[in-house]
C-alpha cells in the first residue's frame, strides 16, 4: 500500500513570497491533515478535511495561510505571503474513516521550508 | 485544553540494555495515547495507540507501553534497545468522545540515541 505523498520535499524563498505544497492520502482515506512541525518541538495541527469539508481550522493562520481539498482526495497548502516564521516542516497525515478520535493517522514525509 | 509533556530531550542507552522514554498527559476526560517515531529526513511513523482495555500496549519493532491513568502516564518501553532505534519520539493524546475532529497534541520529543 502506497503511503502519504508530499512535494516538494524542500523549498527555499524569500521573506513576502508565496509558497504551496501538495499532499496526496493513502488511497481511500478519508480525512487528511496538515501540520507544520517547527525545529525542536511536536507537530502542530493547521487545518484537517474529512473529505472536501473543513473539520478544524482553528490553528491555522488564516491571514497567510489557505488550504483546499478539492474532490476529497489531494490536497494543497499555500502560504501567501511568506514571514521568517514559517520555516518549518509541513506534514500530511490521513486516516481511514470519518474523523474519531481513535483513528491512527498515518504521515507523509514532509515539506522542509526556510523563509529568508 | 489537552497537553503533553516528555520530560526528556534526550535519552542515552547502550545497545542491549533497556529502553525507557517518558511522557505525561493532561487531558478532560480519557484519553487516547499515541507513540509516534520520527527518523532524520522522514515522516513520523506509528508505532503504538491505546484506546481502552489492557494497560500495557504492544506495538511495532518489539516496543510496548503502559498506560497508567492514576500517574496520566503513558511510558514507552523496549527491553533490549537496538542502534538502529536511535531516532525522536513523540508521544500524542486525544480526548475520548471528541465529537469532533481527531486533534492530535504532540509533545516536545524525545531523541534516542543507542550507542553501540
Known amino acids: 500500500e502506497a503511503g502519504v505523498a508530499q512535494s516538494p520535499r524542500y523549498k527555499i524563498i524569500e521573506k513576502r513570497q508565496s509558497v504551496a505544497f501538495w499532499c496526496n492520502p493513502i488511497s481511500g482515506h478519508a480525512t487528511l491533515y496538515w501540520y507544520q512541525q517547527i525545529l525542536g518541538q511536536g507537530p502542530k495541527l493547521l487545518i484537517q478535511?474529512?473529505?472536501?469539508?473543513?473539520?478544524?481550522d482553528s490553528q491555522l493562520p488564516k491571514d497567510r495561510f489557505s488550504a483546499e481539498r478539492l474532490k476529497g482526495v489531494d490536497s494543497t497548502l499555500k502560504i501567501q505571503p511568506a514571514k521568517l516564521e514559517d520555516s518549518a516542516v509541513y506534514l500530511c497525515?490521513?486516516?481511514?474513516?470519518?474523523?474519531?478520535?481513535?483513528?491512527?493517522?498515518?504521515f507523509g514525509p514532509g515539506t522542509r521550508l526556510l523563509v529568508l | 485544553a489537552q497537553s503533553v509533556a516528555q520530560p526528556e530531550d534526550q535519552v542515552n542507552v547502550a545497545e542491549g540494555n533497556p529502553l525507557t522514554v517518558k511522557c505525561t498527559y493532561s487531558v478532560s476526560g480519557n484519553p487516547y495515547l499515541f507513540w509516534y517515531v520520527q527518523y532524520p529526513n522522514r515522516g513520523l511513523q506509528f508505532l503504538l495507540k491505546y484506546i481502552t482495555g489492557d494497560n500495557l500496549v504492544k506495538g511495532s519493532y518489539g516496543f510496548e507501553a503502559e498506560f497508567n491513568k492514576s500517574q496520566t502516564s503513558f511510558h514507552l518501553k523496549k527491553p533490549s534497545a537496538l542502534v538502529s532505534d536511535s531516532a525522536l519520539y513523540f508521544c500524542?493524546?486525544?480526548?475520548?468522545?471528541?465529537?469532533?475532529?481527531?486533534?492530535?497534541?504532540f509533545g516536545g520529543g524525545t531523541r534516542v540515541l543507542v550507542k553501540p
Open positions: 478535511f474529512q473529505n472536501n469539508g473543513v473539520v478544524d
Open positions: 497525515a490521513s486516516s481511514f474513516r470519518v474523523a474519531g478520535p481513535k483513528e491512527t493517522q498515518y
Open positions: 500524542a493524546v486525544t480526548r475520548r468522545g471528541e465529537a469532533a475532529g481527531n486533534k492530535l497534541t
